[in-house]
């Protein structure tokens, strides 16, 4: 078994590491922090979008038919372990799965128009799967999409829309079928809604982690019918797809690998004659967050290699999203501990340890046991899958 | 990067897997656990045979020339197979012989019909003293030390350890019979002045302990790769309420937790395995991957016993011997938080070790 990386995507983390710290700049984290609560959106965080895409950084996974670099899954991996790192808030969904998705399913016209502003950077997705009524159980959404001629008319409401706010096209999934003919699932569709569209509005829901989310109205929003994606009726093998996809950006382990560093770094620290580090407690616990975040990083670089391999199992995926969560909610639980109680310190605190990063992070981890499938429906995937348990049955 | 097998390790894999499960049968075990001395003799002979003891031992010394990766790929079979043969011991202490340059002793514990006993413990219980070549005191519960031909002993020059080699059957050295808690034979060993070689200094000690430890966590892998294919059968056909047992979401989220327990488990072990192949010291992620098999072996048996309900007691099932092997394997070295302790310390003297 050989853990490392090869010469060359060694030299391609390092590079990224220093691009993306000289894209971070002081303005720009100040707009991130302090305006937009890490997400983006603002006019830095667009100029620094477009100068990645400028400089060929985004889509390195994509065939160079496409206008990719034609790179594995390895490098797609260090891509996003190195971005993350940095606390950029970068758009991944929409370059590591809504894009590749449009190439696989997207009409000509809409492939031909929207791929090389992906690749630019001068686009951001949001995805609207999950309503009031219907989250992870999907295929009883309600939101409708008529076809009218060329067109769709939609009509309906998504909540937790998350970036729909600031971004560009709504990643919808409809229903079009209505008839008893079709399974509940068979009646979906995946159409690109442009948030420009009249009809289209959005509300926010601010979230526990200072974060902002979304709900967002679609009233007689009309829509060109070459934004379908895929067929009509066609939509569960778009969202399936693209939810695959999905799996090996959510659990990137760069953000964890980044608090870790500075936490190690500040336990390190002679404060008055002392380090926190010589304390026995902090040392188990650094213990125990080396353990978990060295297994976890084991666990995606894996899991890459798998996808470049073709041998990724969805038993593996899965357990590895749920491995990623309870290693997060663990390793930040303890991280948080090892700085005392100026843990507790907000955002914009003086003497804030980390800029409050880790705060946030904790605060914010709760979501990933749901988002890109819940954990529970991970498990009895695992099991099902990766055991061959019986199905479980659901009422 | 590569987290796959090569065609040479899973023959290797598949050679030893099936020799130890063909002799690692009840009717086999039992005889020898109530004999007291858990050895298949008979084993051991075709396992030398095969080859299978000396896979990471260089060829002009009459091994295969693998790597140490290999020789822990050989431990997880044992795992898996509970098998009544001292693998680890004997393997880890001959790498270490041949580290140590004592070719003329490895080459007659090669070709020798029996095994050696390798301790890397310098804690209270190990009061073995070096004066004039000589070992003098008590170290307890070394594994497969009766009838051993010889063992590997840490002992203290004034404050200093060094590593020793003490041929059995000599005046001075007396062996009490401990039994482990997997039922395998331990030893207290009381010398008194007994002759010995020394092998090297704390650095030598500290590369066999690392083996040791990394060669436990190969066979925990196996323990809770097997145990989890048995529990997976038993949930599989056994119904409770007219339905099968994995059918309720309660177990099959259990298994889920095993499933990603082992998972980890066996990536760590393979990980610290193939570190120690390329570098003589790996003692983060050796220790790291200690934590986990002490946690994971205490969590996948507890959720596999209980998922079995009274049969995962029952001696006549074939459970029981995965659930001790697995305590073994959990606590005698370096269980998860003395191991956390030893990677804290490291942490806080080498963070460069643990960077990521």
């Known amino acids: 078994m050989q853990t490392a990386f090869t010469a060359e995507q060694e030299e391609l983390r390092q590079y990224l590491r220093r691009y993306m710290s000289e894209l971070m700049t002081p303005e720009l984290k100040h707009e991130l922090v302090n305006t937009y609560g890490n997400e983006g959106g603002g006019p830095l965080y667009r100029a620094a979008l477009r100068r990645m895409g400028a400089d060929g950084l985004i889509g390195l996974g994509w065939p160079v038919e496409l206008g990719g670099k034609g790179h594995g899954p390895i490098e797609q991996y260090i891509f996003i372990e190195e971005v993350t790192r940095s606390g950029f808030p970068f758009p991944y969904l929409t370059s590591e799965s809504m894009g590749p998705a449009i190439a696989e399913f997207g009409s000509p016209e809409l492939r031909k128009e929207l791929l090389p502003k992906i690749l630019g950077g001068e686009v951001v997705i949001a995805i609207g799967y999950t309503e009031p009524g219907a989250g992870t159980d999907l295929a009883a959404l309600k939101t409708r999409a008529e076809r009218q001629g060329d067109e769709y008319v939609i009509n309906g409401a998504k909540v937790f829309t998350s970036l729909g706010h600031f971004a560009d096209y709504i990643w919808l999934a409809v229903r079009t079928a209505h008839d008893d003919k079709h399974a509940r699932h068979k009646g979906l569709s995946l159409i690109l809604v442009p948030t420009n569209s009249p009809g289209f509005s959005h509300a926010p829901i601010y979230t526990v982690a200072d974060g902002h989310t979304n709900q967002t109205f679609y009233d007689n929003v009309r829509v060109p019918a070459r934004n379908l994606i895929g067929e009509e009726n066609g939509g569960w093998a778009v969202i399936t797809s693209q939810l695959n996809r999905e799996r090996l950006t959510l659990m990137n382990p760069g953000t964890a690998n980044l608090v870790y560093s500075q936490v190690l770094e500040r336990v390190h620290e002679v404060r008055d004659g002392t380090r926190l580090i010589d304390q026995p407690w902090v040392q188990m616990n650094m213990a125990r967050i080396y353990a978990a975040l060295k297994t976890l990083n084991l666990a995606c670089r894996k899991q890459a290699w798998g996808i470049a391999q073709g041998t990724l199992t969805a038993a593996e995926a899965s357990a590895i999203k749920i491995l990623g969560y309870e290693t997060f909610l663990a390793t930040f639980r303890q991280m948080l501990e090892v700085l005392g109680p100026d843990a507790t310190l907000r955002r914009g605190s003086p003497g804030v340890p980390l800029e409050g990063m880790l705060d946030v992070l904790y605060r914010t981890t709760p979501v990933y ?22 199905r479980v049955k659901r009422a | 990067m590569d987290f796959g097998l090569q065609d040479i390790e899973r023959e290797i894999c598949e050679l030893a897997e099936s020799m130890l499960r063909d002799f690692s049968t009840p009717e086999r075990l039992s005889p020898l656990e109530e004999s007291g001395l858990r050895v298949d003799r ?38 898996k197979t509970v098998a009544a043969a001292p693998l680890l011991t004997h393997s880890v202490a001959l790498l270490t012989l041949q580290r140590a340059g004592a070719l003329e002793e ?17 804690d209270h219980d190990n009061s073995l003293q070096e004066a004039n070549g000589r070992l003098t005191g008590v170290i307890s519960a070394t594994p497969y030390a009766p009838q051993a031909e010889a063992f590997l002993v840490p002992a203290r020059t004034g404050g200093d350890w060094s590593l020793y080699l003490v041929p059995a059957g000599q005046q001075g050295v007396q062996v009490e019979g401990q039994l482990g808690t997997d039922q395998s034979p331990m030893g207290r060993l009381t010398l008194k002045s007994a002759e010995a070689a020394k092998l090297g200094d704390a650095t030598l000690l500290e590369w066999l302990r690392q083996r040791l430890i990394a060669g436990s966590c190969a066979i925990q892998t196996g323990v809770v790769e097997e145990v989890m294919r048995i529990t997976t059968d038993w949930v599989c056909e056994h119904e409770v309420f007219g339905v099968k047992e994995g059918a309720f979401q309660a177990v099959s989220q259990r298994m889920a937790d095993v499933y990603i327990d082992v998972m980890t488990l066996q990536l760590m072990s393979r990980h610290a395995a193939s570190a120690l192949a390329s570098q003589d010291d790996a003692i983060a992620d050796v220790l790291a991957a200690k934590i986990l098999a002490g946690d994971v072996g205490h969590r996948v048996l507890a959720a596999c016993q209980h998922l079995h309900g009274g049969v995962g007691h029952d001696r006549s099932y074939r459970l029981w011997r995965y659930a001790v092997a697995a305590k073994q394997n959990e606590l005698a070295i370096a269980c998860s938080s003395e191991a956390a302790a030893a990677l804290g310390a490291v942490i806080a003297s080498r963070p460069e070790l643990v960077a990521l």
């Open chain 2, 106 to 122: 490895l080459r007659r514990y090669v070709a020798a019909d029996g095994w050696l006993a390798a301790s890397a413990r310098v």
């Open chain 2, 42 to 79: 008979e084993l051991w002979k075709a396992l030398k045979e095969a080859g299978v003891t000396t896979v990471g031992i260089d060829s002009e010394h009459g091994g295969a020339g693998l790597g140490f990766g290999e020789v822990c790929l050989v431990l997880e079979q044992a795992g």
């Open chain 1, 369 to 390: 046991g749901f988002a890109g499938g819940t954990n529970e429906v991970m498990r009895d995937m695992v099991a099902q899958m990766g055991l061959g348990l019986p």
